[in-house]
């Protein structure tokens, strides 16, 4: 059976620092894995999409890693701002149609000033 | 554009009542998505549809559930009659290819429906 498993399940970190987010799957045969922030009330965002052969992408102060060996994820956030404030779901497809996603619970991460 | 638009955003209702949530996609976009999502399960696909038809409903719950695509512009959710068990938030979500390979699933701002 297809799992997305993320860790932690929440997280409180001092504003300016760093932290990583971590996510584990069984999902099979891999297709991509994506980063989604969820802000309070709204509906998830994209923040990276990451294939079998890409091991590291940034976008901003957010860096998705991606080791397809060892099946796992993470997502590292450096300095932290306030609005950094959020979920963050790690979504991976299987090979197949549009409806071969396996979605994590996401960790709900907290920034205190 | 204004990005997927859902209303209404929250709803109230009562057990045994009908309940319809509405959406529009981004336009061009050729998939639609609805999404359960509730702090237990987390989000959960329901129903996809590809160019107004639906193409897996196998994530909808039960037969209380059914939703339709009449046009590319809107899409509605339905619940009928609706249990307290039903409460979490909604999602659509659009997208201009697959959506799950390489293009990017657009959500909308949820309704929050609330079953008491």
């Known amino acids: 059976k297809n799992q997305v498993e993320q860790s932690p399940q929440s997280l409180i970190i001092l504003e300016g620092k760093n932290c990583t987010l971590q996510?584990?799957?069984?999902?099979?045969?891999?297709?991509?894995l994506r980063w989604y922030k969820q802000d309070t009330g709204r509906g998830p965002v994209s923040l990276t999409i990451?294939?079998?052969?890409?091991n590291t992408k940034s976008n901003g102060r957010y860096t998705a890693t991606l080791d397809a060996d060892t099946k796992q994820s993470s997502l590292h956030i450096t300095a932290s701002q306030l609005s950094d404030s959020a979920s963050y779901i790690c979504?991976?497809?299987?090979?197949?149609?549009?409806?071969?996603?396996?979605f994590g619970k996401g960790t709900h991460l907290i920034i205190q000033p | 554009d204004a990005g997927v638009i859902q209303s209404p955003r929250h709803e109230v209702t009562e057990m045994g009542q009908e309940v319809t949530l509405r959406c529009k996609p981004i336009?061009?976009?050729?998939?639609l998505f609805w999404y359960r999502q509730t702090m237990m399960r987390g989000l959960e696909l329901l129903i996809y549809?590809?160019?107004?038809?639906?193409?897996?409903d196998s994530g909808m719950p039960e037969d209380r559930f059914s939703a339709k695509m009449p046009n590319a512009s809107f899409s509605t959710l339905k619940i009928q009659p609706s249990e307290p068990r039903d409460s979490a938030v909604y999602f659509c979500?659009?997208?201009?290819?697959?959506?799950?390979?390489?293009?990017?699933?657009?959500f909308g701002p949820g309704t929050r429906l609330t079953v008491l």
């Open positions: 979500a659009s997208s201009q290819t697959s959506g799950t390979g390489s293009g990017e699933q657009f």
């Open positions: 996510c584990n799957y069984t999902v099979s045969p891999f297709s991509n």
């Open positions: 990451m294939t079998f052969s890409e």
């Open positions: 979504v991976v497809r299987a090979g197949g149609g549009a409806d071969g996603l396996t």
């Open positions: 336009s061009g976009h050729d998939y």
């Open positions: 549809f590809n160019n107004n038809v639906p193409i897996d």
